[in-house]
């Protein structure tokens, strides 16, 4: 279980691992897209998340350990 401001998050939950920093050990996850779209910006990602219903479902494309899953 991960510690720090991420412990229980919604991204915990589904698996994520917090992008530390390059080159400090593992980096962890960088979402690279949600439900098919393209992630241009945080911000962007941040607005279609806020525009979900609470426990709606979404797809993402994770770039983990020099490959997309």
């Known amino acids: 279980m991960e510690t720090g401001p991420f412990r229980e ?17 593992v980096p962890g996850d ?12 945080l911000e962007e990602m941040v607005g279609y998340f806020n525009g ?8 993402l494309s994770v770039f983990r350990d020099q490959r997309t899953i």
């Open 9 to 25: 998050s919604p991204a915990e939950q589904a698996g994520l691992t917090p992008f530390q920093r390059l080159g400090e050990g």
């Open 30 to 41: 960088v979402i690279t897209a949600v439900d098919g779209r393209r992630v241009k910006s």
């Open 52 to 59: 979900l219903e609470p426990g709606e479902m979404v797809t």
